[in-house]
């Protein structure tokens, strides 16, 4: 019905803020597939997130598995796979993403969840570690929560395999406190970029809504850049405070508003910094802009704080 009034009216279907493939957030790298790795210091920690991201190539499936050990496939020397304590099995075709565990050569009950994806799009998916469970989130929106069958220790390894060309394979964060404060080493310069990644919090208990957020960049007693998504306002603030004196705010358009505010959904916010200004995305996506007001590399600190679970922070 919908592309019945677009063709009688002449309206035009809002075009969607696409991620790109060289954006300045990082897709623009290749991992061989198949990819095994052994996890550095050897064990999983709680509030540890993987993040793997890339673009699907094929219209049959990959997985993406933590494993006990290095044999992830059968051949001629192998002929008993090591524990698959997560597994991730995306059924292209099907627009199925499996989740199961396979311990001592037998399968636990596999769960389901839907996938929108085709050949040719790109894929984020991320698994944050808890001491009982991971929490599995698909393009930033949590869709699942699967029971570990063994203690965080027993995973060694990761394994990706399947019709993927793989942009992406990082570990962040551990449980992070806020407020989150930290020096820069070599403080910041053109050429260097913050990331941000989290989500809301939400207090069911009290049934207290998220407010807000903010980053702050700190050059000794001044404040650089302060960055604040008002969640009730639907406004993401810019601002400064040199000498005291705080600077006109810069707000975002309520229509380019990108922050949800459940605790299910993740952002990743990348703070680039440039020759006269601050370049902001938020999921991949350029949000707005900040001219600066102090030299950037007299900045030497980061600040994080507010109504939001810190997954993690780093620099590049």
């Not at 796979?81 to 199961?100: E, F, G, P, Q």
């Not at 009290?206 to 702050?216: E, G, H, T």
């Not at 650089?224 to 975002?252: N, T």
Request: aromatic residues 10%.
């Amino acid at each position: 019905m919908a592309a019945i009034l677009r063709k009688l009216f002449g309206l035009k279907k809002k075009k969607k803020n696409l991620p790109r493939k060289d954006s300045i957030t990082g897709r623009n790298k290749t991992f061989n597939v198949p990819y095994l790795s052994r996890l550095e210091g050897n064990t999983l920690q709680p509030g540890q997130s993987l993040i793997v991201r890339g673009t699907i190539i094929g219209r049959d499936e990959f997985i993406i598995n933590f494993t006990s050990g290095s044999k992830v496939e059968l051949d001629d020397e192998v002929n008993e796979l090591d524990n698959r304590l997560l597994s991730i099995r995306v059924d292209v075709a099907a627009k199925r993403v499996y989740l199961n565990a396979c311990v001592d050569g037998e399968w636990g009950r596999e769960g389901a969840v839907k996938h929108k994806w085709t050949a040719g799009d790109e894929f984020d998916i991320r698994v944050r570690c808890h001491r009982e469970c991971y929490d599995v989130f698909i393009d930033y929106t949590l869709v699942a929560t699967f029971a570990h069958y063994r203690p965080l220790s027993s995973v060694s390894h990761l394994y990706i395999n399947g019709d993927i060309q793989l942009a992406s394979v990082s570990w962040e964060g551990n449980t992070m406190n806020l407020p989150y404060s930290a020096e820069i080493p070599d403080n910041l310069y053109p050429g260097r970029r913050l990331h941000v990644s989290g989500t809301f919090k939400v207090d069911e208990e009290r049934k207290l809504k998220p407010s807000s957020f903010y980053i702050d960049l700190l050059s000794g007693t001044n404040c650089a850049l302060h960055f604040e998504p008002i969640l009730a306002r639907k406004k993401v603030i810019r601002a400064s405070c040199v000498g005291g004196v705080w600077s006109d705010e810069q707000v975002s358009s309520e229509a380019g508003f990108p922050f949800k505010k459940t605790g299910s959904n993740l952002f990743d916010v990348v703070v680039a910094c440039n020759e006269n200004q601050f370049s902001f995305y938020v999921n991949d996506v350029l949000l707005a802009s900040f001219d600066h007001v102090v030299p950037p590399r007299s900045i030497d600190k980061i600040v994080v704080h507010g109504d939001m679970v810190l997954h993690g922070v780093h620099l590049k």
